[in-house]
């Protein structure tokens, strides 16, 4: 939905499906209903997922001008593209195989150019078109030899950068503005907005910088404002928050290194602050204990007394190493409209600073809710699916 100077949505991935048609029966069963229940009788705008089956099936056979046509009939635009998850991501163990294909496969960029096929024709004459995507790869997969990262890193930004030349095209062809959103995540190879400046400044620029000015035949500073127009953040306000990092902080060395953000994802973290009694810390730990489901990765961080952080790739292997900490947070997104689940927390505030930063600096116009996890969340705090996206919808728009 436009609101003021934002489009609003949540992101469609929370519906089981891979291919076109099943995406497509999720969309005709939940958005028109949502629209009326939310009532709002102006165009209303949807956060669409494609994993790489649903990309070659929209664009056979008609599949994308039908779609415009229901899209039209509706009062309905799509603006942003999830472009993370590659394959399947519901009902399967998932876990690091979103990363895959990592940027370094041509799948993933064929994927990603098609994204961008699909929405430049969507896109509302006026507005920018968003895809975010994976930051680059898993560290994890190179932890017994880093000297990889590097050569890693190259072969990712050389593909990258492929993307921004198509998105430039596209821009001289049809004057629509379309950027990617790299998403920083925990064990992400850029996971915190430190990672994120020293991304741009070493390889993003400088190799994007020289293709581009070589493909498109311009001056390398011409190229470098290419670069930055075309590959911004994706900042999930859950994901930021499991790192500890300020959002102010954060927007503000974006602004000074010239990184915009492409959209913000609107999610929650589980936050848990330990106290010192030991009976109180085993039942925090037994009410974590529920969260630590086999699909979707869940790293952890733990912030010590000393101010050290403790990084975990799991929830279970965070469970093990339970004690020592005084703060816990979890990378499963929860419900963005509760605070509190029975002495655990989210980390709802962050959230808040954030939409309050908006506010005051309109540093990004695209919002998607993206709270993925209603199938896998414990069964105390399922609920029917559309009354809590309603609800999601409800709690946001109370601050904007």
Not at 91 to 96: A, C, M, Q
Not at 278 to 297: D, G, I
Not at 363 to 391: G, N, Q
């Amino acid at each position: 939905m436009k609101l003021n100077n934002y489009h609003l949505t949540y992101c469609t991935n929370i519906h089981p499906g891979e291919h076109w048609h099943e995406v497509f029966a999720n969309l005709q069963q939940y958005i028109p209903e949502l629209k009326a229940q939310l009532g709002w009788d102006k165009p209303f705008g949807i956060g669409l997922r494609l994993a790489n089956v649903a990309t070659h099936e929209l664009l056979e056979s008609g599949a994308l001008a039908n779609f415009q046509a229901w899209l039209q009939e509706n009062d309905l635009y799509v603006f942003t593209l999830n472009g993370f998850p590659y394959g399947g991501f519901h009902f399967s163990v998932v876990k690091d195989k979103v990363y895959a294909p990592d940027w370094t496969k041509p799948e993933r960029l064929e994927y990603t150019l098609r994204l961008a096929r699909i929405l430049a024709p969507l896109l509302p004459d006026g507005v920018e078109g968003s895809i975010s995507t994976l930051p680059l790869s898993y560290k994890p997969w190179f932890k017994n030899n880093k000297s990889d990262l590097s050569s890693v890193t190259v072969s990712a930004t050389e593909n990258l950068v492929q993307v921004v030349a198509e998105l430039v095209r596209i821009k001289e062809a049809t004057g629509k503005i379309l950027h990617l959103g790299l998403e920083p995540e925990p064990d992400g190879l850029i996971e915190n907005a430190a990672e994120v400046v020293q991304y741009f400044k070493e390889y993003l620029i400088p190799i994007g910088s020289s293709y581009l000015a070589k493909e498109l035949q311009i001056s390398e500073s011409d190229a470098k404002t290419l670069v930055l127009e075309h590959v911004r953040i994706c900042y999930d306000t859950c994901h930021f928050a499991v790192e500890y990092e300020n959002p102010v902080s954060v927007v503000k060395q974006f602004e000074e290194e010239g990184i915009k953000i492409s959209k913000i994802q609107i999610s929650a973290a589980l936050q848990v602050n330990l106290p010192k009694d030991v009976e109180q810390r085993s039942t925090l730990k037994q009410k974590l204990q529920t969260f630590a489901e086999s699909t979707y990765l869940h790293q952890a961080i733990a912030r010590k007394a000393d101010g050290q952080m403790g990084h975990y790739s799991d929830l279970d292997v965070a469970l093990a190493d339970f004690e020592g900490a005084e703060e816990w947070r979890v990378h499963f997104h929860v419900p963005i409209f509760v605070r509190d689940y029975e002495g655990l927390q989210s980390t709802q505030d962050d959230i808040i600073d954030v939409l309050e930063l908006l506010k005051k600096d309109n540093f990004c116009t695209h919002l998607e809710i993206e709270t993925y996890t209603w199938e896998v969340l414990p069964s105390s705090m399922k609920l029917d699916l559309l009354a809590s996206i309603r609800r999601e919808y409800e709690w946001i728009l109370s601050f904007l």
